[in-house]
């Protein structure tokens, strides 16, 4: 049975093997990288197979998952050089376009583009899929199959895909857990109690708004009585900034992967 192939054995990699494991992958997985340290750990933790040699991975796989920077796509497509048999290749390099891809490894090629997030590890992810218009059938059914399992996935049109890499990182989260642990300790509170708040506000709050009913305007005017401190607490932050920073932050996000788009 050919393998799916991991080019690239860093975070994202190491996510999705995680997720996988738990999810019981039956396909082989075979990972390479150029640095030996890594693919012993990823052996070590997952079981999955290693190669260090580029050309005899590719060799073994049914599809490729290309997970390497954007300003190293275009290096490691050049090494592996044209490729005469049907192939599927999915890239995760985020705003490297289709259209930049399907002029490497040639026409037997058939690329798709995939946004996992860092949250598959424990098959809590969100994946966004954008396909070649010529992508088989068979195949794309089996890469939707195989993120599935490792939380939810959502085919979008390839020109959303930027604004929502930029929109569903999980960094989002951590950074705003981050900042209202640190303001609550600034008022008095001691590092565990402000975590502890501060992840009741941002992840309990949000997994309610998931699996509820209630819409999100009705949430708010329930958490945020007129006159009261929470509604206080949301005037004073739109006041200083707070939506205009976030947009301002999914704009730059928005610039850096067009860059990317140039550099893949």
């Known amino acids: 049975m050919k393998a799916t192939v991991f080019l690239g054995g860093g975070r994202i990699t190491g996510a999705l093997l995680a997720g996988l494991r738990l999810a019981q992958y039956r396909r082989p997985i075979l990972v390479y990288d150029r640095h030996p340290s890594k693919l012993r750990q990823l052996k070590k933790l997952y079981g999955v197979g290693i190669e260090r040699d ?22 490691l497509l050049g090494e592996i050089g044209a490729l005469y048999r049907p192939l599927a290749a ?84 951590y ?25 009741h506000a941002l992840a ?22 007129p006159g009261g401190t929470a509604a206080a607490v949301m005037d004073a932050m739109d006041h200083y900034g707070y939506q205009r920073a976030i947009s301002r932050g999914l704009a730059a996000g928005l610039k850096r992967a067009r860059k990317n788009a140039k550099q893949g």
Not at 123 to 149: V, Y
Not at 215 to 224: K, P, R, Y
């Open 54 to 75: 580029l050309h005899r991975a590719v060799a073994q796989a049914w599809l490729l998952i290309i997970a390497v920077r954007p300003s190293s796509m275009a290096g």
């Open 90 to 173: 999915v890239s995760l390099a985020a705003g490297v376009p289709l259209a930049n891809l399907r002029l490497q490894l040639g026409p037997s090629v058939r690329w798709a583009r995939a946004m996992p997030s860092p949250l598959c590890r424990n098959r809590r992810g969100l994946t966004a899929l954008t396909f070649d218009s010529r992508f088989p059938a068979t195949p794309r059914r089996e890469i939707k199959t195989l993120f599935a399992k490792v939380g939810l996935i959502l085919e979008i049109p390839e020109r959303k895909m930027d604004a929502f890499t930029v929109t569903y990182s999980a960094s989002h989260g």
């Open 175 to 199: 950074h705003a857990l981050a900042a209202l642990a640190a303001a609550g300790q600034k008022l008095g509170l001691d590092r565990p109690t402000a975590m502890t708040a501060a992840a």
């Open 204 to 225: 309990d709050a949000i997994a309610a708004c998931r699996e509820g009913k209630v819409s999100l305007s009705a949430l708010l005017h329930e958490a945020a009585t």
